[in-house]
């Protein structure tokens, strides 16, 4: 007996499927299928109604008559970087940056010493100027005279020797006035400084304000501080700062390395917490098309921090409207709160006094819709992500044994149905990858990619919801085709759900085994799955009908919420950053699998549901029906256009070229002039059809015959987009402010007779390039020279040559330089090598032709040009 059910025998088999479908399911009792679809769409509006408010939700700015409260106030903020944004744009080198810039942070500092609160604090400002030279991707990037700004805040009552290290930069881009990157931070950064400087609240460590002015040149100024100022070697820990989009909240998206007990301060003390460890593996894996300062002071400092970045409205970042309009005030407010709390918890951190003895690996760590953090050791997460697993499987086999006792099917019966849902559920899961996937495929195969690129909202129609339709198509054509199974349709039902908590528990365990603390998403899955099915098995619930499923609808608020929320972060982030991607790669398939992975795991015990109601193909008809719409929507009229002037802007970056190739006599082989231009996403040109671009050509061919494709290739950006970049003549010369003048000092043959060594000087402008490629048909080898040994060890893959990146702060002297250039057989009076320099006038304006050709493009162009030269010479 069991609930008053006599269990049938196996004698009776003949008639077990009919009674137990009798007892469990009234003919017609199923809810009619349009309910269904009011199923599918309370969710969906769950997420629009909880998930979005939460997403963009931000506390109130405080004003100046906030002012007594010890508190950021943000209206003050605002101002502070108002008057910063009013400099322009600051790259590094130009007045704006090295002069315009450092005066104003000078005031700032010198109106915060006039409140300084001198009883409690001293307050000591230091102006670094720096040179030196540091390994960046495939480049050896090399600066002379950068700016830091350096403000060393200490408590009268310290006595400690372990600093705590806040860092922004104030340097901008070309033409980017910079409100967010970084300008936000600076202001921020300014602000906290104030308060702390101005209210009695001490505190135990001196803590460093790093202002630095040069990050945009791959973190030039930070590795100046961190590897010669005199404060350096005592910063314990790291604040980074930085911006990645603008005019949203703050994201904590790197800790570490290996001291997980920062997380755990920032969970104590951030006001408004917004983090995840997921984010951190994805940054921290290179699929992300950025970088910080915190590289720079984790790897040439061996310090540990947090990295924390604004990352909302990416398609302004580094475009001339990254201005304050964009920026509301609660923004600020929300980043100064979390910043200001956060560095007072830092500044007490008993732990700051020796970080070394409190690593212990990394942390998992994830907010829940911005109103909590939870945070855990990364041995905590090895141990929970396998118990849940392993409770989930348990309870999966209680539910399978009770199954069997139930419907007087054997164990081994029921576990052949578990195969078959095994079966189909991995069939699901492929269908609902890849019918996405193919939707992003085809469209960029007609050259429709990005069409969600300023419409979000059609990713639901063209990934979402072709998702769903491949997660449950399976499912529901085998419940509709086998209708005579002895086993009841409720039971046939947990079978599919139990099978994806099977396949879950499968993935927490192997990517735990792997190393991946992001493992902790399927155990939020799993954990609220196994606790209504828990539920469900100490009641009478599972095996009354379809009751059962009130239970696991209710668990499944908190993981629908979670991965909604953390998918819609994901989308937030990567789709701007598709369209600075280059035209080499189609972000469409990136963006449909991100969606389609956040809706596999969002919906993958929702879903199947659907079965409990009546005709539940006629929902996946609707699905399919907002597809359809969707993808005809996206292909054929405006709203699939993904570009809208100011507001999310197609990038197209190029250069006014002078180019003069001198032969080995020093003859000129060739001397032209005309547009370098490069595309930054998948388009490229073909959305704009207009004329003036009508007779560029591909620069591959040049790429097979030039090293480095005979062209000023600026940064390891248009190195990377090379071969998506195309050349535009033009008959009229381009004149230069000047020219990167390169001398040969002298050659001489060393005491082997098998190295011949030549000693340059070059001059030039702020931002220049050397290319160096040996003649290695003829057996010459780069030995030695005067640049840092180790790029010389590694050099980059084959064909890119040595890439030399020098960047001008305020010392111009000229950059003296030597090559050891190696030969078996001595003989040096022939060709040995190319050397090829490009000099980049950043800040020089445009000719009349140009502003003609620039005029030419559309208003949803985002330009950034500047004028350059490159000279190839050969010795």
């Not at 999310?648 to 231009?677: C, M, N, P, T, W």
Request: aromatic share 12%; glycine share 6%.
């Amino acid at each position: 007996m069991s609930d008053g059910i006599t269990l049938i025998s196996e004698e009776d088999d003949v008639d077990i499927s009919s009674k137990i479908q009798k007892y469990y399911i009234k003919k017609n009792a199923k809810p009619a299928w349009y309910l269904g679809t009011g199923f599918v769409l309370f969710w969906t509006l769950l997420f629009f109604a909880v998930v979005l408010p939460f997403f963009y939700r931000m506390p109130t700015s405080l004003t100046i008559e906030d002012d007594h409260k010890g508190e950021f106030i943000g209206d003050r903020a605002y101002n502070t970087l108002n008057n910063l944004v009013n400099i322009g744009p600051r790259t590094v080198g130009s007045s704006a940056n090295e002069v315009d810039a450092v005066l104003f942070l000078i005031n700032e500092l010198a109106a915060i010493r006039k409140v300084l609160l001198q009883d409690y604090f001293t307050m000591e400002v230091d102006i670094q100027r720096a040179s030196g030279a540091l390994r960046y991707t495939h480049m050896l990037n090399m600066y002379q005279g950068v700016r830091n700004i350096i403000v060393k805040l200490t408590p009268k009552s310290s006595t400690s020797e372990s600093y705590l290290l806040v860092n922004s930069h104030y340097d901008t881009v070309a033409t980017s006035p910079g409100a967010g990157d970084d300008g936000f931070m600076v202001a921020t950064m300014l602000e906290v400084l104030r308060v702390m400087a101005t209210t009695p609240q001490s505190f135990e460590h001196p803590v460093v304000f790093l202002f630095n002015g040069a990050e945009e040149t791959a973190f030039q100024a930070s590795h100046g501080f961190i590897t010669q100022h005199k404060w350096a070697p005592n910063c314990k820990a790291v604040v980074n700062l930085d911006a990645a989009g603008s005019g949203g909240r703050d994201i904590l998206f790197q800790s570490g390395p290996s001291n997980p007990w920062l997380v755990e301060y920032y969970k104590k003390h951030a006001k408004h917490p917004f983090a995840t460890s997921l984010g951190e593996e994805i940054f921290q894996s290179g699929v992300i098309p950025s970088d910080t300062d915190f590289t720079a002071f984790v790897e040439h400092g061996k310090i540990p921090g947090l990295d924390i970045a604004q990352i909302i409205n990416g398609y302004i970042y580094h475009t001339k409207y990254d201005r304050i309009d964009v920026i509301p005030r609660s923004s600020i407010q929300s980043t100064g709160d979390n910043v200001l709390s956060l560095v007072r918890g830092l500044a007490n951190a008993t732990e700051l006094h020796n970080p070394q003895a409190y690593e212990e690996g990394h942390a998992v760590f994830f907010d829940f819709l911005g109103l909590f953090l939870i945070s855990y050791s990364e041995d905590t997460g090895i141990i929970l992500n396998n118990c849940v697993a392993v409770v989930g499987l348990v309870l999966v086999f209680v539910s399978l044994w009770r199954m069997s006792s139930i419907s007087s099917l054997s164990l081994t019966q029921v576990l052949q149905r578990v195969l078959i849902q095994l079966i189909l559920q991995i069939i699901a899961l492929a269908l609902g990858l890849a019918l996405p996937l193919l939707i992003a495929y085809v469209f960029d195969s007609f050259g429709l990619s990005l069409t969600y690129f300023s419409s979000l909202s059609l990713l639901i129609g063209l990934y979402v919801c072709p998702a769903l339709i491949g997660l449950s198509l399976p499912i529901t054509i085998y419940y509709q085709w086998k209708k005579d199974d002895k086993l009841p349709c409720p039971y046939g039902l947990q079978l599919a759900l139990h099978i994806w908590a099977i396949l879950l528990s499968m993935l927490a365990i192997a990517l735990t085994a792997y190393g991946l603390r992001s493992a902790y998403v399927f155990t939020i899955l799993n954990g609220f799955y196994a606790v209504s099915l828990a539920l469900n098995l100490l009641t009478t619930l599972h095996d009354r009908d379809y009751n059962w499923t009130g239970l696991v609808m209710a668990c499944q608020v908190i993981p629908f919420l979670y991965c909604t929320y953390r998918t819609y972060l994901l989308l937030v982030v990567v789709i701007p950053m598709s369209g600075r991607l280059g035209s080499a790669i189609n972000p469409d398939l990136a963006i449909a699998g991100v969606t389609a992975l956040g809706t596999i795991f969002g919906w993958g015990f929702l879903i199947p549901l659907i079965n409990i109601f009546r005709r539940p193909y006629l929902i996946v008809l609707s699905i399919l029906t907002v597809t359809v719409i969707t993808v005809i929507l996206a292909s054929s009229t405006d709203i699939g256009f993904p570009y809208r002037p100011r507001a999310s802007s197609e990038r197209v970056s190029f250069q006014h070229v002078r180019r003069v190739f001198y032969e080995y006599d020093g003859s000129i082989a060739k001397d032209e002039s005309g547009y370098l231009i490069s595309f930054q996403d998948r388009r490229e040109a073909e959305p704009m059809k207009i004329r003036s671009i009508a007779n560029a050509r591909s620069i591959r061919s040049d790429c097979e015959k030039h090293m480095m494709c005979g062209v000023p290739l600026y940064d390891e950006r248009w190195v990377d987009n090379r071969l998506g970049s195309v050349w535009l003549p033009r008959e009229q010369p381009i004149q230069l402010p000047a020219k990167a003048n390169l001398t040969l000092l002298s050659k001489q043959i060393l005491e082997s007779n098998t190295t011949a060594r030549f000693e340059f000087k070059l001059e030039g402008p702020d931002h220049m390039s050397l290319f160096i490629q040996t003649y290695e048909d003829d057996f010459a080898t780069l030995s030695n020279w005067s640049f840092d040994r180790t790029y010389l060890e590694n050099p980059p893959a084959y064909p890119l040559s040595y890439h030399i990146y020098f960047t001008y702060g305020t010392d111009r002297s000229p950059l003296n330089f030597s090559l050891d250039i190696s030969k078996p057989n001595g003989d040096f009076e022939v060709p040995l090598f190319q050397l090829g320099i490009s000099g980049h006038y950043v800040e020089t304006k445009r000719d009349a032709l140009t502003e003609q050709f620039a005029a030419s493009f559309p208003s949803y162009a985002a330009l950034v040009d500047w004028p350059s030269s490159y000279d190839r010479y050969i010795f």
